[in-house]
């Protein structure tokens, strides 16, 4: 299967602290999308990187949030000092340059106690 | 910013039913898509589509697009309670195009048997 992965699927932490998701795109997606699903809602825009470069940051992306695509194939997402309100789904999707179609990922569901 | 109105939010409905679910906005997409979710799981694609107008069939889907490019409609004949998920319509706007989607809050569909 050569679709969007990510790692990991659930994940319980403590308040306060830091936490890391990676995603791994659709191979030869140069496009690849990070948004947070909260239950009852549809899904929000955090950031969005084109290779490696990150070309847009939503608001709700806090200082508490980092992004990386080091080398423009998977990507992490980093929550630091972790807060009851993040928790959330974070889904990762991934898009061919020129396409209009975005491919998700099952998401990592994240809990914070 | 821009908003994507989805209706109903709710639908619980019998085998054998059809329904119509309706994506509406001021604001005028490059694209809209239709994605089903199941609980736990990320969006999965089930349509694209681009031009005003434009009306798509999946067996027993049918999606339209407004001749202005400002909603959409999913038209599902016959439901089967393998429909049942949430339902969510995204779309990219001539300036968004290249980066984010922006989603409505989605359709939550029960069909019961």
């Known amino acids: 299967d050569t679709g969007v992965s990510q790692d990991p699927r659930h994940k319980i932490t403590k308040r306060g602290q830091n936490v890391t998701f990676r995603c791994d795109p659709i191979?030869?997606?140069?496009?690849l999308y990070w948004y947070r699903q909260t239950l009852g809602q549809g899904p929000e825009f955090l950031t969005y990187?084109?290779?490696?470069?990150?070309?847009?940051k939503s608001r709700l992306l806090s200082d508490r949030f980092s992004a990386e695509r080091p080398k423009g194939s998977f990507s992490t997402l980093e929550i630091q000092r972790t807060e009851q309100g993040d928790s959330a789904m974070y889904l990762c999707?991934?898009?061919?340059?020129?396409?209009?179609?975005?491919?998700f990922g099952p998401g990592t569901r994240l809990t914070v106690l | 910013t821009q908003l994507l109105e989805q209706s109903p939010q709710f639908l619980s409905i019998q085998e054998g039913e059809n329904l119509t679910v309706y994506c509406n906005s001021s604001?005028?997409?490059?694209?809209l898509q239709w994605y089903r979710q199941e609980p736990g799981e990320g969006p999965v694609l089930l349509v694209t589509?681009?031009?005003?107008?434009e009306v798509k069939k999946l067996k027993r889907l049918t999606f339209q697009f407004g001749d202005a490019r400002k909603d959409s409609s999913l038209h599902i004949t016959a439901a089967q309670p393998g429909d049942t998920g949430l339902y969510l319509c995204?779309?990219?706007?001539?300036?968004?195009?290249?980066?984010?989607?922006?989603f409505g809050e989605g359709t939550q569909l029960t069909v019961n048997p």
């Open positions: 999707a991934s898009r061919l340059s020129g396409g209009n179609e975005q491919f």
């Open positions: 191979s030869e997606h140069n496009r």
């Open positions: 990187f084109q290779n490696e470069a990150q070309l847009e």
């Open positions: 604001s005028v997409f490059s694209s």
């Open positions: 589509v681009v031009t005003g107008g």
């Open positions: 995204a779309g990219a706007t001539e300036e968004t195009s290249g980066s984010r989607l922006t």
